[in-house]
């Protein structure tokens, strides 16, 4: 009997470890290095950075952006979860890629492992398959709702590679109307859409 208990122990402790080890050595595509190098290279660019700020769709402000203060109009992007680093990756989980037919797309989605404790629900990528150049991301969704006493805030931000990204917020204080405000910012895209 002892030396069944024994057995079952030590194959007991080895399956942990197992566990333990596929947690370590999973691997998720950093989302926030895709964006870091987006920024990079527009750092050292000479596109013209265009910004348009919609307000609950009644009003309108378009202005340009200097290439030095692009990276703090990303920042949205740039303070997300770096999927990369196992410490964050663990609070996640990688669901099966999906391949949508209508996009030409392959969606890589990452949710967290305990949505209530995670203010970022979901980060997507967007793959365009067998480019001539190997597969390409083209576009990056990150998704982030915060619900609480203090009120409601939802971003729902889109990059898309090497053209713009886009931020939706979302917001209600308790006793007040929702609002929406729209922030795009565009550096390689047509301007005639």
Known sequence: MALFMGAFLLAFISCKEKKKERAVTKK???IL?????????IDTSLYVIRKIVILDSLHSDTSFIRREDFAGEAKEFLSIPDLSDPKVAKGFVEESPLFDQNLNRVIITYTP???????????ELLVS???PDGDNVTS???TSIVNNRNGYLK??????????????????????????????VSWNEETDQ
């Open 155 to 184: 971003k729902e931000m889109l990059w898309q590679m090497d053209k713009s990204f886009q931020v939706v917020v979302t917001s209600q204080l308790p006793g007040e109307p929702e609002k929406t405000v729209i922030t795009k």
């Open 140 to 142: 990056l969704i990150i």
């Open 33 to 41: 290095s895709l964006v870091k190098n987006q920024v990079a290279h």
């Open 28 to 30: 998720y595509i950093s």
């Open 129 to 131: 398959p067998d480019m």
């Open 113 to 123: 492992v305990d949505p209530l404790k995670e203010a970022i629900k979901k980060q």
